[in-house]
């Protein structure tokens, strides 16, 4: 195996990187359980030893501080790789199988195939585990895979590109760094599968491209995801949990809170007690918090600007500080399903309040928009929560919490409808980069011919069997 990565995007070198990788699959040499682990291992040695630059580099892109850095990104890595290394030789085993009656003499076998030559595209958000967790389950089930992080998380693009470069050999796995020419050449190149996660309208762009060459995907997107706080929650804990998992990365996280549904009776309660929480975590004024994350560039500053435009009222923040593309916690009030800022996925730390008195209110609105990645429900009534999480279609989400259920190897993670395609992490990521082959052994020491043509009693046998 030869050491070197990519850095260019025109054509021929993308046609050389995918068949170096389809002709190094071919060798078998991905397949073995001892390859498998000892890559996972390279991966998580690769990672402990580049910390410190993977933290400065999330630093630069997003302002991520160093605990939440580690615990939402290397962490999530780790664990991950840890769970992978326990468990991949389970995993890949064949796995026997009944057969029927009517196939008398054979025996059956699934047998976990690695797809071949991937494609993982990454956004920008957490670009360090959105890239590297579908890499240790691409690695797990024994693929070779061509990497594309986001352009707009700059500084960790470049910090991965080096990771797998010192790591693995480019006909294994390799970095191809980029914008738009770049995601747009990769989609011609015949890969095996691509597993992308990004925005609803890319993932369009993305299955579009793979449809003309039956390329199959997963696609990890995003969507309005609702949080729902019904009047018997325990609303302390629960204002706790919300401001947490959106002010997280700023907002920008695809299963943040994007809006909450609050019983009217609790409202008040709820709104006081969530402000309390943002200034015990970001202190009075968030934006001058070194901890507190930046929004990632100008273009996303601005479109969240627009929505505090809108006929709507600040109830809580809405101060900017342009130069260093920070928002502070804002709360809006006033809003109703026309408002701009329920139109799409805001993805920043904004979150509207809308009241509920009766829980019909409550699944018509969820409904209203298209099936989220995630929701949350507060309460203490299991009847409650039953109702919403049987009656809604939704990605995976929490009851009591928000956004930790992604922080878990044995949930399977993934949308449903326009929130995405396939799903992932642990053991599902393991499935979701392997083709299951069924195989049917059939004895050649007899051959019981009702099947065959003419068979007398053929036809009966079968019919009687079926019955
Ligand atoms: P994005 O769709 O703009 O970009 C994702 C990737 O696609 C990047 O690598 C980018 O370079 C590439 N890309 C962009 N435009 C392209 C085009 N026209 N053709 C081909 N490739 C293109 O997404 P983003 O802004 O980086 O991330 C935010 C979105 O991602 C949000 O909608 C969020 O909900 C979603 N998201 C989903 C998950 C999840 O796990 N389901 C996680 C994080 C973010």
Redesign the pocket.
Known sequence: MTDNSLQAADTGSLETLVSKQQQFFRTGATRSVAFRKEQLLNLRNATLRLEADILAALTQDLNKSEQEAYATEIGIVLSEIRLALRKVRRWSKPIKVRTPITHVGSSSRIFPEPLGTTLI??????PVQ?LLVPVVAAIAAGNTMVL?????APATSSLLARLIRETFPEEYAAVVE???D???E??RQPFDHIF????????K??ME?AAKKLIPVT?????KSPCIVHKDANIELAARRIVFGKLTNAG????APDYLLVHREVKAKLLNQMIKVIEQFYGNEPIQDPDYGKI?NER?FRRLLAYLDDDVRIAYGGQVDEAGCKLAPTLLEGVTLESKVMQE?I?GPILPVMEYDHIDEVLATVRIHSKP?ALYVFSENTGFQKEIVENLAF?GGCINDTIIH?ATPYLP???VGT??IGSYHGEFGFRAFSHYKGILKQSSRFDIPFRYPKSKWGLRIIRKILR
């Open positions: 595209m990454g956004p920008w958000n957490y959105l594309k992080p986001s352009e707009l980029g914008g738009l770049t995601s747009t990769l989609l992308f996660t990004g925005s609803p309208p890319v993932g762009v993305v491209a696609l990890e997107l995003g969507g920008q996280t695809c299963v990632v996303h996925e993805f990645l990605g992604l993670f993934g949308g929130s995405g």
